[in-house]
């Protein structure tokens, strides 16, 4: 009897919660806000404001934008993560324009991707995307400035479907 209550506590211990800190992407739960900060490194105020803007973007455009964090990948390839959980858990943007836009940043592992929809990709390429994240988040990433990075990166992406 005794065995059986350690084995069944050494159960509940190695059973994986996404409450607990495992992000894989298929265990993420559907997204409440636009902005969904698993890593907590977002400010309230930064929260606050992409939340009100990605909405607005959203509801003048069309186009589904989720800002993600997460504090690891646990090993699976940033872009991989991202594309996994845009295109096959949450489905974002609308189905037969395919403008959903994912913005993930896992902290520990020190990566960041973006995955744009192929609606959008043809003014968010690659070299675009890739060129803003080091002029514009990298810096502050360099000082530890998580949410002014997120922030601000975000904030000229959204200028950005928003001109189009």
Wanted: glycine share 8%.
């Amino acid at each position: 009897m005794h065995n059986s209550a350690v084995w069944f506590f050494m159960m509940i211990l190695l059973t994986p919660v996404v409450g607990a800190g495992n992000y894989a992407p298929s265990q993420l739960p559907t997204p409440q806000h636009y902005v969904e900060d698993y890593a907590n490194v977002v400010r309230p105020d930064h929260e606050q404001a992409l939340n009100r803007l990605l909405q607005e973007l959203e509801q003048k455009t069309g186009a589904q934008y989720i800002v993600l964090t997460v504090p690891t990948t646990a090993g699976v390839p940033i872009d991989q993560y991202s594309l996994e959980v845009a295109r096959d858990t949450w489905k974002l943007g609308q189905q037969d324009k395919d403008n959903g836009m994912l913005f993930v940043i896992a902290v520990s592992d020190r990566k960041y991707w973006f995955t744009p929809g192929k609606g959008l990709e043809g003014f968010l390429t690659d070299s675009y995307l890739a060129g803003l994240g080091e002029r514009t988040l990298v810096p502050y990433l360099k000082q530890g400035q998580y949410s002014e990075g997120i922030h601000a990166v975000n904030l000229e992406v959204v200028r950005r479907i928003a001109d189009q």
